[in-house]
């Protein structure tokens, strides 16, 4: 991959510097639990080997939505929420949007990228709903197993995603 200086026009190669740099800036913060961090972390970690082996990169997606749905389900415990069986990762993103946990405007990536419109001007949880449709497949792909090359930006997506979700889970929590 070549990475093109706009201003200059200057090229080089894509290094595992840019690699790193592109997953280094997605923190939890102190306000996530260790455990969560932790397993979070590991998704960062096989992000980042993904530069040696390329299979990786899919796996530190399937790390993250892992990290996402231990997120959701200690908010949940935290809220004294109570499941008569396990509740997957639809369900706990269903209970995170009818709780107002999750909002449109606090996911930096998509106010950055759709500049918080049209989507949302009506409903603050429309990306949320859209979120919710998302996630489970996506998540469901990588418990169960696909045959699909998965770029590395689609991965970074993926881990940028998780991350939001997760802060937005715990930067409210009393």
């Not at 959701?72 to 499941?83: D, H, V, Y």
């Not at 996911?107 to 979120?131: M, T, W, Y």
């Not at 699909?148 to 930067?171: D, H, T, W």
Request: proline share 5%; aromatic share 10%; charged share 25%.
């Amino acid at each position: 991959m070549v990475l093109i200086d706009r201003a200059t026009g200057a090229t080089r190669q894509f290094a595992l510097e840019d690699h790193y740099a592109s997953i280094a800036g997605l923190e939890l913060g102190e306000l996530v639990p260790q455990d969560i961090g932790e397993q979070f972390d590991n998704a960062r970690n096989v992000f980042i080997y993904g530069w040696f082996d390329y299979n990786l990169i899919a796996v530190s997606d399937g790390l993250a939505y892992g990290a996402l749905e231990l997120a959701l389900k200690t908010r949940a415990n935290k809220e004294g929420i109570k499941f008569s069986r396990p509740a997957g990762l639809r369900k706990l993103l269903e209970i995170a949007l009818n709780r107002q946990w999750l909002r449109d405007n606090r996911f930096p990536s998509f106010v950055k990228r759709d500049g918080h419109s049209e989507l949302s001007a009506a409903d603050p949880q429309a990306f949320c709903r859209i979120l919710l449709e998302t996630l489970p497949e996506l998540r469901n792909e990588f418990a169960h197993g696909n045959f699909s090359v998965y770029p590395p930006g689609s991965a970074l997506i993926g881990l940028e995603l998780c991350a939001e979700i997760i802060v937005q889970l715990f930067s409210e929590v009393p």
